[in-house]
């Protein structure tokens, strides 16, 4: 199949002046021409300029997106994660509240990456990491313990290389304005790169304004917020972020259990369902 330089700018929701300039400051222009010597687009010159659309809407530069699209898209390798059984989630589980309480941070981050690299982030967290944490935030604990844990885990999930291949930024993730907690976002953006696609994470307390300005700007497919408590979940602008923005909006934490939202927001239970809805809207 060929297109003529107005369908591509139909297609890709650019006009056809953009294109012009595009193909004669960046070389991303058609590859054909017609015995008339019309300029003809091919498939393999249209998912260029689809990448290029994607990387500049992300708020890169044109010059560096151009090099950026240009690129082959290069496929991760699978990778061969092995199931955690009860046992070993058990074993897991000791070694790590071992080396916590020991304040042990060289062994809590190796046994952390070890698990994450045998079995996956999902695996590791829902098997061991939050089963750990629950029991370390108990009273009486020690905060040190907690806090030294929850670095070592971070550190671990941020070892997890990030997806290089240009597209659609497919999920933001943000705290809600207040909300400090960030791990269960990083074991969200981690298993994302597992799945090699592309996530941002603002961190900890965003202001409203700051989310919503960010979400115009990004662009996200979803948009996934995290709050602990009901109090930190109420300050997010939900109903204008799903007036306002194309991008789906999801809610996750405790916080939201009994904070009402709008009906086009989705809650993901689980890091398992937040990573199926991210990946149904690639």
């Known amino acids: 199949m060929t297109y003529t330089p107005r369908a591509v700018a139909a297609m890709l929701g650019v006009s056809p002046v953009t294109l012009r300039t595009w193909d004669q400051r960046y070389g991303l222009g058609p590859s054909g021409r017609t015995e008339g010597g019309h300029r003809r687009y091919r498939d393999t010159d249209v998912e260029v300029l689809r990448r290029m659309v994607a990387l500049t809407g992300q708020g890169i530069a044109p010059a560096a997106a151009a090099e950026l699209a240009r690129r082959e898209p290069v496929p991760r390798p699978a990778r061969s994660a092995s199931l955690l059984g009860d046992e070993a989630a058990d074993a897991a589980r000791r070694g790590f509240l071992t080396a916590a309480r020991r304040l042990d941070e060289p062994l809590m981050l190796d046994l952390a990456a070890k698990l994450i690299t045998d079995h996956g982030v999902v695996a590791a967290w829902e098997s061991v990491f939050v089963p750990c944490l629950v029991e370390l935030g108990e009273p009486g604990r020690g905060v040190e313990i907690e806090h030294l844990a929850s670095s070592s885990l971070l550190h671990a999930l941020r070892g997890v290389p990030r997806s290089s291949t240009p597209g659609v930024l497919a999920a933001l993730l943000s705290c809600a304005p207040d909300e400090q907690h960030v791990l269960a976002l990083e074991a969200l953006g981690a298993a994302l790169s597992e799945k090699d696609v592309l996530w941002r994470n603002l961190g900890a307390r965003v202001p409203a304004r700051a989310l919503c300005d960010a979400v115009a700007r990004l662009r996200p497919s ?61």
């Not at 109903?239 to 993901?268: C, F, M, N, Q, Y």
């Open 222 to 282: 979803v948009t996934v917020i995290w709050a602990h408590r009901a109090d930190l979940a109420g300050q997010v602008p939900l109903r204008e972020l799903a007036e306002k923005s194309d991008a789906l909006i999801a809610v996750a934490g405790p916080g939201w259990t009994s904070v009402p939202v709008p009906s086009s927001v989705r809650r993901p239970g689980t890091l398992a369902e937040a990573i199926d809805l991210v990946l149904s809207r690639c």
